[in-house]
């Protein structure tokens, strides 16, 4: 059974940092690439960024200008999301999704963790 | 980059057809991808590579894509299948995935 299980979310005021992981179970993790999208209240999913089965070559939504960080432990099955400079727009729910080898689908999603950005 | 257009809303009664649409440029030359999200829940792959459907997924689902339109299609609609739904694509151009507006589908 696949299973995808965001944590780290919170409240944090605007201009701190943030750490999200993502722990997985029931598929190859090391073999898959790994994805961050986000969906800000009454709004629309969005995606954040993509990071391939081997950690390199990282992608980011251009709207993110470099605060955030994707990385990966392929040992313990786990993503992160290092966020830096948050915004009160970043106030999201923020799913990690998983991406089979070779292909451009998520096939699986967890259930997201909530963001708070306030002062 | 590329942007998905989708429309906000679609109403459709029980046993009826629902089709979603997708817009955007060239989008027939792109594999573009399905979601169905409830609230509070994680979403779910409905339709992949225009039109394959995932294990586990009703037959009732189904997709198209050709020229600059792709469209989702939902046939004997039930109460479960309100949902916001979501195309999406890997746009090679950009190096990016792009996410369509999302449609919400209401059962009358």
């Known amino acids: 059974q696949v299973q995808l299980i965001e944590s780290g979310g919170g409240v944090v005021q605007p201009g701190r940092s943030l750490r999200l992981s993502c722990e997985t179970s029931g598929f190859l993790f090391q073999s898959y690439g790994m994805q961050w999208i986000r969906q800000a209240p009454g709004k629309g999913l969005e995606w954040v960024a993509f990071?391939?089965?081997?950690?390199?070559?990282?992608r980011y939504s251009d709207s993110l200008r470099g605060r955030f960080t994707v990385s990966r432990d392929n040992s313990k099955k786990t993503l992160f999301l290092q966020m830096t400079g948050l915004r009160v727009e970043d106030t999201a729910v923020y799913f990690c999704?998983?991406?089979?080898?070779?292909?451009?689908?998520?096939?699986?999603w967890g259930q997201g963790t909530l963001v708070t950005v306030s002062a | 980059s590329l942007v998905l257009t989708q429309p906000p809303s679609v109403s459709v009664a029980p046993r009826q057809t629902a089709r979603i649409t997708c817009e955007g440029d060239n989008l027939g030359d792109k594999s573009v991808h399905w979601y169905q999200h409830k609230s509070g829940q994680a979403p779910v792959l409905v339709v992949h590579?225009?039109?394959v459907r995932p294990s586990g997924i009703a037959e009732r689902f189904s997709g198209s894509n050709s020229g600059h339109s792709a469209t989702l299609t939902i046939r004997a609609v039930e109460t479960g299948d309100e949902a916001d739904y979501y195309c999406q694509l890997w746009d090679y151009n950009s190096d990016q995935y792009v996410f369509g507006s999302g449609t919400h589908v209401t059962v009358l």
């Open positions: 999704a998983s991406r089979p080898p070779g292909r451009t689908f998520l096939d699986f």
């Open positions: 590579d225009d039109s």
């Open positions: 990071l391939p089965f081997d950690g390199m070559n990282p």
